[in-house]
T-cell receptor
């Protein structure tokens, strides 16, 4: 994973529950991103943070929340307001123009 | 606004045949372009990138891509497909140096023996 760790790899959620996906990095980069991936829809940006204690909504932020209290950590909470949360979630860090994004290995969330 | 269009959600080739995955972009500023590969249930790995240097870019695993400004294209090619190339491929554009890539829909490559 190149210094970026997502956990857990698989997560099951009951309807009406909030769940939190972890993303940790030890590469000392400022900018971190959360994407959602669904079959045939590519990657859609949920939230991103370019500095500690600051974050911005992406294209599909409704039903999600984030925090950025530490440079190393950017957790994503999928709330009960997200009506269709089953998807593959990817966290990424921006490592500059030489390498673009470095991605974590992803978390597959399933509603049961 | 920037956007990326990948033509063909599924491409199938025979082992040893040419691989051609198409990507067209739209950007109001000189773009930075990337190709990523994703194997099942994994994150994305960088294949190659264009950052305004040489227009023909070579990447890992024998892949290369050519930036054509007149055609707003950044197609990915490989002369001879290998079974291990079967994966999903994503083209992405960034219009500035600050990250926030815009991704295409992805192209799933199948390689037949």
């Amino acid at each position: 994973d190149g210094g970026i760790t997502q956990s857990p790899k698989y997560l099951f959620r009951k309807e009406g529950q909030n769940v939190t996906l972890s993303c940790e990095q030890n590469l000392n980069h400022d900018a971190m991103y959360w994407y959602r991936q669904d079959p045939g829809q590519g990657l859609r940006l949920i939230y991103y943070s370019q500095i500690v204690n600051d974050f911005q909504k992406g294209d599909i932020a409704e039903g999600y929340s984030v925090s950025r209290e530490k440079k190393e950590s950017f957790p994503l909470t999928v709330t009960s307001a997200q009506k269709n949360p089953t998807a593959f979630y990817l966290c990424a860090i921006w490592t500059g123009l030489l390498y673009g994004y470095t991605f974590g290995s992803g978390t597959r969330l399933t509603v049961v | 606004a920037q956007s990326v269009t990948q033509l063909g959600s599924h491409v199938s080739v025979s082992e040893g045949a040419l691989v051609l995955l198409r990507c067209n972009y739209s950007s109001s500023v000189p773009p930075y372009l990337f190709w990523y590969v994703q194997y099942p249930n994994q994150g994305l790995q960088l294949l190659l990138k264009y950052t305004s240097a040489a227009t023909l870019v070579k990447g890992i695993n024998g892949f290369e891509a050519e930036f054509k400004k007149s055609e707003t294209s950044f197609h990915l090619t490989k002369p001879s497909a290998h079974m291990s190339d079967a994966a999903e491929y994503f083209c992405a554009v960034c219009g500035n140096q600050g990250g926030k890539l815009i991704f295409g829909q992805g192209t799933e490559l199948s390689v037949k023996p």
